[in-house]
């Protein structure tokens, strides 16, 4: 099996600032699909160039060198468990385990 990385992410579109001592949520100017893109690119490059620099892609950032370098990429039955229940959009652990995701938006 091989694993693939996969993140989650709770962001506001805005702040919280006070306002007569009181936190007041302020809505933010959306961002367009160009800026997005760009933030997207910046992080991939510093993600494959970190990950080329210790050593787990080869120069091109295209191949996967030493897997087994890695504990992660062992025979580990919680990364199994959270991986599947990830695709199915499952709860994978605690007391919910099971139990479809609460989906937001």
Not at 1 to 13: C, E, I, R, S
Not at 29 to 54: N, T, Y
Not at 61 to 86: C, K, M, W, Y
Request: hydrophobic share 35%.
């Amino acid at each position: 099996m091989q694993y693939q990385p996969l993140g989650h992410v709770l962001a506001l579109d805005g702040v919280y600032a006070r306002h007569q001592e009181v936190p007041r949520f302020y809505n933010g100017e959306p961002i367009s699909d160009c800026e997005v893109g760009r933030l997207i690119e910046g992080i991939a490059r510093k993600v494959i160039d970190h990950l080329k620099k210790k050593g787990y892609l080869d120069q091109d950032g295209t191949q996967v060198l030493h897997p087994q370098s890695d504990p992660l990429f062992g025979d580990n039955e919680a990364i199994r468990e959270a991986t599947v229940s990830s695709i199915a959009g499952k709860i994978a652990f605690g007391p919910n385990v099971g139990k479809y995701v609460t989906r937001i938006g």
